[in-house]
């Protein structure tokens, strides 16, 4: 973390999914916080994240999430969907930030703010393991909802990643307007690429 300068944590959820929008969220925490548990959201259980979001909600300078749906995730490809994303929720933010920190290693310049990758960042820095316990929360809560309209797809549990179960259900009963056009929905053409 740059002393003395705003800076904003941004990461993203659901890159590996076969349904459902993208998240991302940007997160901007005091200088002083401290929080032991606060790590990668994929290393900490669904328990723990729901009671890290909590924490970073209250304690956050500035929160903001955003999504692009399943539609642009085709339209754009999963990594602009996901910088998109990661933009939308940067310009929601009630504060402005002086440095983005960005998890992976791609990203498009947002308006003239410098910003830096950090590969694994969410293991690395405070503010991008926040925004990533929140984009996936939000995620997950996102996906339940979805499962309540297409509840044979079994959203509930795979989030919409690329389970056996899910691709099970694809096979037995189709796509729905939430699945990503562009990504392999079936094992069978996994199967036959390999």
């Known amino acids: 973390m740059n002393k003395g300068i705003t800076e904003a944590g941004c990461d993203e959820a659901g890159r590996g999914c076969l349904s459902g929008p993208v998240f991302a ?10 929080c032991d548990l606060l790590n990668d959201s994929k290393q ?10 909590i924490i970073i909600e209250r304690e956050a300078l500035a929160y903001s999430v955003a999504s692009c749906t399943s539609q642009e995730v085709d339209d754009m490809n999963i990594l602009w969907a996901s910088v998109e994303a990661m933009h939308r929720a940067i310009a929601n933010l009630e504060v ?3 440095h983005i920190l960005v ?4 990203f498009k310049d947002y308006k003239d703010i410098p910003h830096t990758c950090v590969v694994k960042g969410d293991g690395k820095y405070m503010s ?12 997950d809560e996102h996906m339940k909802k979805l499962h309540g309209e297409f509840p044979d797809y079994a959203w509930d549990r795979n989030k919409g990643y ?17 699945h990503r056009m562009t990504f392999n929905l079936t094992q069978n053409e996994v199967d036959k690429e390999k």
Do not use: M, W
């Open 25 to 34: 969220a940007a997160v901007i925490l005091p200088p002083n916080f401290k």
């Open 103 to 106: 998890d992976g290693n791609r």
């Open 162 to 178: 690329p389970t056996r179960t899910h691709r099970e259900a694809i096979e037995k009963y189709g796509i729905t307007c939430h």
């Open 44 to 53: 900490l259980s669904e328990k723990t994240r729901i009671e890290l979001r």
């Open 128 to 139: 991008i393991a926040a925004a990533s316990i929140l984009a996936k929360t939000y995620r």
């Open 96 to 98: 402005t930030p002086q």
